[in-house]
C-alpha cells in the first residue's frame, strides 16, 4: 500500500521526478568516469614503470637487485618456474640474464647493459614489443639477433639488419665478444633504456658471458599489480636457499612514493568531486522533499501517521535514487566504456614522460574498476536517502496546521 | 533597480530553498577555486624547483647541446654572465659544465658526471644542495673540493676528506686525470644522480678537461617565470651573432619537465570540466525546480494583473539576484580556502618520505596553492551566467502559464 | 666491473713490457733515493723488447692461465698477443700512449677502450685497462724517505706529492741489494691500510739482463686473489720502430 502510494506520487509529478532523476544520472555517471580517468592514470603509472622493464615481481639470488653482480646468478630447475608459474595471482614468468658491455659498431662503442631474455616469456612480463619504431620485435628463436633502443641506435648509427659487436667481461675471466645482427630498434621515452638496453637471446648472452643454463632472475608478471607484495611474501616462504622474491614496490621505491603522492593529490580531487555530486544530488532530493510539507500537513490531517508519512517519503527516495543509480552507473559504464577502448590521445602535444623509473605514455584512459561504481552508489543511495529523510522527519514532527501553512 | 529589490524580497519569502540553493551554488564554487589554485600552485612549485635543479627559466647552450650532450659544445662565455645577471628581471646567472668520467678511488672505480659550478652562485638556488648529509658545500670555483652523490660516495668505499681521481677524455681523445678531495656528500632523492653525482668548482671542472674558461651551460634564474617573455629578446640582443650560440626556454631545455606538468594539467583539466558539469547541473536544476515549484505562485501573481513580461523579468531578476550572491559568497569561500592552502599548504610527508620525483626534478613534499586570481573571476562569472541562463527556460515557461490553471497547480 | 685494482701499476705493467737497461753495479750510497727509484723503474722501460709470458689469474670467480707474446717500444707503446688457450687465441691488446685498443679475432674487429671501461680488468686479471694507460710516473709523482737500509735491502717510503692524480696514500718499495731490483711494493689507502702489494721472485739472467722473472699481485682485500706472471723468455733491443704499434698489426694474427 506504501509502495503503491510512494510510486504513484513519483508518477504524479513527472517534471520534478524528471529532474531529481536527471541530476543524479548525469553527476554520478561523470562520477564514475572521473574515478575512471584517475585509475587510469594510475594503471599507467604502474605499468609504466613495471611492464616496460622491470616486471610486478623478481625472484633472483639474495641480494642481486641492490647491486646487480654479475656472479650471483643460479640455474632454475624447472620445479622451481612451475611453482612460480602456478602460484595465484601469477600472469607470466621471463627468466632474464644481465651483462654490462659495450656495444660497438664501426668506429664506435658505447657502454650498454645487454639483457638476454626468452622473447616468448618476455612479451608477457614486459610490453616492449609495443614500443618497436623500427624493424621488430625478436622472434620465439632469437638466434643472435638484437633490439636497441633509440637513443643508442642513433649514436651508433645502425639501422635493422646492421651487423653489432658486444663485448662485455665473461664469467670465465675471457672477453666475452660475439656478432649480433641488429633487428629492431625501441623507444621507450626513457632516456636511460632508450640510451642504454640491448635486447637479445637468453640462450645467446649465456653463451656470451659463458653461463650456460644460468639466470640473473625471473620477471614475473600478475593479474593485479598491487598484490605484488603479498604474492612476493608468499613466494618468500617457498623458494629454495638464497633465492629472494621481490616486488616492484622495493625495487621502485620511488614508484611507490609517487603513487603514494598522486594517491593524495588524487585524494584531494575525488574528495572534491563527491562533494560536488553528493551537494547536487542532496540538494535536488532536499527540495523536492522540501518543497511537500504542505502536503504532507494534509496527509497527515486527512489522519496519516507520522511513521507512514516517513516510511512513504523514504520509499519513494529510495526507488528514484535506485532507478536514478542504475541508470547513471549505465550511462557511467557506457562513458567509461568509450574512454576505455578510446581514450583521448595527447601524443601530438606531449612526449612520453619518465616518471619515478617509469614511463607514461601521454593519452587519459579509463580503467575500470568494480570499487569506482560500488563506492560512489552507496555513498550516493546514502546521500539521497539522507536527502529525503531529512525534510520528511522534519513534516512528520510539524503540527498537521502548521505545515499546511507553510509555503 | 526596484526589481532587483523586490527580487531580493521574493527569494527570503523561501528562506529555506535560498539558503539550500545558495549554499549549493557557493559551495559548488568554494570548491572549483580551491582546488583550481592548489593545482595551480603545485605546478608553480614543480616549474619553480625544476629550473633551479634544471636549466633555469632561460638557457644558453652552444647548438643542440640540449639533445645531444655532446661535450665538444662548450662555448667561451665571455663576459656574458655579468651582462645577463645585469638584465632587469635576472635573478641569478649559473654557468655549469658537465664532463662523463670515471672515478676512482683506491679501492672501486664509478663512472660519474663531473659537474663544474659556481659555488655561491648555485648555494641557496639549486635544490639538490638542500639536503648535505655530510661535509659541507664546496667553496671555491678553481679548487679541488668535491661534492659526491650520497651512494657514489659508499660505492667508492670513501669518506668526507678523502681524496679520489678523476679520469676524462680530453678534447684530443686523450686520458687526463685529476685529483680531488671529498667536501661534502649529497642526497638529491633521485637514484641514478646520488650514484653519479660529482660536482666540483667550474674553473676546476673545465681546466681538466682541458677548455679552460668555456662552459657548457648559461642556466639562468629568472625573478619571476612572467619575465620569460620580457627578457628573452634582452638575452639573445646579449649574444655572439650568428646564432650558434643560442637562448631556450625551460620548456625546450627541459622537455621531459614540461612535459609532465602539460599531461598533469591535460587530466586536471577533465576532471574540472567534469566537475563543472556537475556543478552545472546541480545549479541549474536547484533553480529550475525552485521556479517550477513556484508555478502556483506565478498564475496568482499573473491573476493579480501582472504582466507576462514583467513576471519574465521578475523570475530573471531573482537568479541574478541570487547568482550574485552565490557568487560572492562563493568567491569569498574559495579564498578563504586557497589562502589557508596558500599558508598551510597540505603535508604529505606524513604519507611519503621526503624525496618526490616527478619529470626528473625532485620536489618539496608540502602541496601549496598559488593565487590564480584570473580563473576565480572566470568561475565566478561563469556562474552568474549559469544561472541566468538556468532560469531562462523558467521565466518563459512562467510567462506563457494561464493563470487559472496555473493556480490549480499543485 | 668485477675487478677494482686501480691506477698505476707501474711494476707490473713495466713488467709486461719488460724492456730494461743493464742494471750496472753501482755504489747504492751514492744514488739518491729519487734516482734509486727512477733507476729500478727504468729497468722495464727502455729501447724495445720482446718477451714470452704466462699469466696466471685466480680470482674467487675463475681462474685462467694464459699465453701471451709482447712487444714494446719506449714506455709509450706496446702490443700483447695470447697465444694459448686456443678460444682466445689471437685476442690483442695495443697501447699507444694513452690509448687502448683491443683486437677480438671471433669478430674480426678492432675496439677501443672508451673511458667508462678503463676501470674494468684487463684480460680478466687484477690490473685494470687504466692500469696499462698509466704506467709508471713514480718518480714524478712521489717525494721518497728511506725507512730502512739492511745489508739484504733498502725500504723506500713513496708518498704521493699533495696534487698528484694519484689515489694511494703512500707505496712503499722494498728494494734488493746488490742487484737492485725489487723486492715487494705494497700500495696503502689513504687510512695507511694496506690494499695491495706485488711480490717479485725468480731473478734470473736472461738476454743478458738480471730480473725478477715472476711477480705476482695480490689484491689484499680479496685473499686467496692473484694475478701471477712469469717471464719465460726475454728479447731486448730488438729492431722494433713506431710504426710496428699499429692498428693493422693488433689485427695480425
Known sequence: MLWRLALRNIWRNKRRTALTVSAMVVSSSLLILSLGIFSGMLSDMLASATEQYYGHLVVSVTGYQDDRDFFDNFSPDPALLERIASTSGVRGISPRLRAFGLVSHGQRSDPAEILGVEPASERQVTRLQEKIVAGSYLPDDPEKGALLGRGLAERLGVNPGDELVFVTQAADGSIGNDLFTLRGIFATGDSRHDNGLVLVGLSALQRLTVLPDRVHELAASLEDPMTAGATAAQLNGQLPEGLEATDWGQLLPEMQEAIAASDVSRLIIVTILYFATGLGILNTFFMSVMERTREFGILMALGMRPWRVRAMVLLETLAMGGVSLALGISLGLALSLYMATVGIDLSESITPITYAGGTIAPRLRVVMEPANFIVPSLLLLVVCLLAGFLPANRAAGLDPVAAIRED | ?410 | MPSSCSTSLSFFVAAILLTGIPCTAQSVQALELRELIRHVEQQYHGSSSHARTEMRVRTEHWQRSLEMEAWSLERDRFLVRILAPPKERGVATLKVDKEVWNYLPRVDRVIKVPPSMMGGAWMGSHITNDDLVKASHVDEDYTFTLLKESPEHYLIECLPKVNAAVVWGKIVYEILKPLLVPGTVTYYDEGMIPVREILFADVRTTGGRTLPMRMTVRPLDKPGEETVLQYQEINFDVPLTASFFSLRTLKER
Request: charged share 20%; hydrophobic share 50%; proline share 4%.
Open chain 2, 1 to 410: 533597480m526596484e526589481f532587483l529589490r523586490l527580487a531580493w524580497k521574493n527569494l527570503w519569502r523561501n528562506r529555506r530553498r535560498t539558503l539550500i540553493t545558495l549554499a549549493a551554488i557557493s559551495l559548488s564554487v568554494m570548491l572549483t577555486q580551491a582546488s583550481h589554485n592548489l593545482s595551480f600552485g603545485v605546478y608553480a612549485q614543480m616549474i619553480d624547483s625544476g629550473v633551479r635543479a634544471g636549466s633555469g627559466h632561460l638557457t644558453v647552450y652552444r647548438g643542440d647541446y640540449a639533445r645531444s650532450r655532446k661535450e665538444e659544445l662548450s662555448f667561451d662565455p665571455g663576459t656574458l654572465v655579468e651582462e645577463i645577471a645585469a638584465i632587469d628581471g635576472v635573478a641569478r646567472v649559473l654557468p655549469r659544465v658537465y664532463l662523463p668520467a670515471l672515478a676512482q678511488s683506491s679501492r672501486e672505480s664509478r663512472g660519474v658526471l663531473v659537474t663544474g659550478v659556481d659555488p655561491p652562485a648555485e648555494t641557496g638556488i639549486n635544490p639538490f644542495l638542500k639536503k648535505i648529509v655530510a661535509g659541507e658545500m664546496i667553496g671555491s670555483s678553481d679548487g679541488r673540493d668535491a661534492l659526491l652523490g650520497s651512494r657514489l660516495l659508499k660505492e667508492l668505499k670513501i669518506s668526507v676528506g678523502s681524496k679520489f681521481v678523476v679520469t676524462l677524455q680530453g678534447p684530443d681523445g686523450d686520458l687526463l686525470s685529476e685529483l680531488l678531495r671529498v667536501r661534502g656528500s649529497v642526497e638529491t632523492g633521485i637514484k641514478d644522480l646520488d650514484g653519479s653525482l660529482v660536482m666540483v668548482g667550474r674553473q676546476r671542472a673545465a681546466a681538466m678537461a682541458g677548455i679552460p674558461g668555456r662552459v657548457h651551460e648559461l642556466a639562468v634564474i629568472l625573478q619571476g617565470r612572467a619575465e620569460e617573455e620580457r627578457v628573452r629578446p634582452l638575452l639573445e640582443a646579449l649574444l655572439p651573432p650568428g646564432g650558434e650560440v643560442r637562448v631556450l626556454s625551460w620548456e625546450e631545455a627541459m622537455p621531459n619537465l614540461a612535459n609532465a606538468i602539460k599531461l598533469d594539467y591535460a587530466s586536471q583539466r577533465v576532471i574540472f570540466i567534469i566537475i563543472m558539469l556537475i556543478v552545472t547541473i546541480g545549479v541549474v536544476n536547484t533553480l529550475l525546480m525552485s521556479v517550477m515549484e513556484r508555478i502556483r505562485e506565478f498564475g496568482v501573481i499573473l491573476a493579480l494583473g501582472a504582466t507576462p513580461g514583467r513576471l519574465r523579468r521578475m523570475v530573471l531578476a531573482e537568479a541574478l539576484v541570487l547568482g550574485l550572491v552565490a557568487m560572492t559568497l562563493g568567491t569569498l569561500l574559495g579564498a578563504a580556502l586557497t589562502w589557508y592552502l596558500v599558508e598551510y599548504g597540505i603535508d604529505l610527508r606524513s604519507l611519503i618520505s621526503e624525496s618526490l620525483e616527478f619529470g626528473g626534478v625532485v620536489f618539496d613534499p608540502v602541496m601549496r596553492a598559488a593565487w590564480d586570481l584570473t580563473y576565480m573571476v572566470r568561475i565566478a562569472l561563469y556562474v552568474l551566467a549559469l544561472s541566468l541562463l538556468a532560469s531562462l527556460y523558467p521565466a518563459r515557461k512562467a510567462a506563457r502559464i494561464a493563470p487559472a490553471e496555473a493556480m490549480r497547480h499543485v
